[in-house]
């Protein structure tokens, strides 16, 4: 019976490839390469920035006079700053590799796209806790205001360090990509935690313990809750 239907139809195919047919288009793993190569040019202009700030990043995990001296010295504040901004895109595309965030409309998206998408809700994540942030501040002081609002920049600096460590040996060991998505997604937990906690550690000083966890289930649990719910529906 098909033999019938198609016996006197006939298919044209193009005879050009296909990236003739349309040369503007760049694939997708030109467009990945591409952002990794930007990443490690990035990445090599702020490693000696990065490395005089180690020890007061790393330090203040343990000591909250460090979190509040990198604070008040303006040039490794802004050198902070400029750590956390480079440390943006290795994050995100990490994040897409192994989809962290993956909720179900994520397969509608092509590779470059699916990038695009990721860093979209990240900016979009930090977008709402600033809202939330300049909304339910406590009075605390200009200078406890200031460090508790950008502590989470010095978390975010070595949990990027970490995940990219993290990386290089799961790269050896030849992990699967659920295994090391896992091992991400633990990170980011635990870094996120220990940015909460210091936080509400910071703010303690000038405010009561109610005015410090209202504040703190605003700013840190509604957007993460908001972001689970987008992944898990």
């Known amino acids: 019976m098909a033999e019938d239907i198609f016996r006197s139809g006939s298919l044209d195919m193009p005879q050009c490839p296909v990236d003739s047919i349309a040369p503007g288009c760049i694939p997708a793993d030109r467009i990945t390469s591409g952002l990794v190569i930007l990443a490690v040019i990035v990445t090599a202009l702020i490693l000696s920035t990065f490395f005089r700030l180690a020890p007061t990043l ?4 343990t000591r ?3 979190t509040m001296d990198l604070e008040h010295n303006i040039s490794m504040a802004r050198q902070r700053n400029n750590c956390a901004l480079a440390a943006l895109l290795p994050f995100i595309l990490i994040c897409n590799r ?5 909720p179900s409309f994520m397969d509608c998206f092509s590779q470059e796209w699916s990038i695009a998408v990721t860093a979209g809700v990240f900016l979009l994540f930090l977008l709402l806790r600033y809202i939330l942030s300049c909304l339910f501040r406590p009075r605390a002081g200009r200078e406890i205001s200031d460090a508790s609002a950008h502590v989470s920049r010095n978390y975010f600096i070595m ?3 970490l995940m990219t460590v993290s990386l290089g040996v799961l790269f ?3 992990a699967t990509d659920s295994v090391c998505k896992n091992i991400f997604l633990c990170e980011c937990a635990l870094f996120y935690a220990l940015s909460a906690f210091r936080r509400g550690h910071i703010l303690s000083q000038n405010c009561s313990g109610f005015s410090t966890f209202l504040y703190l289930c605003a700013l840190e649990i509604v957007p993460l809750a908001i972001l689970i719910a987008a992944r898990v529906l």
């Not at 790393?58 to 995990?61: A, D, H, L, W």
């Not at 192994?98 to 993956?102: A, G, K, N, S």
């Open 58 to 61: 790393f330090g203040s995990v």
């Open 159 to 161: 949990l990027c360090v």
């Open 64 to 66: 909250k006079k460090l």
């Open 172 to 174: 050896v060991f030849k």
């Open 98 to 102: 192994y989809r962290l965030f993956d």
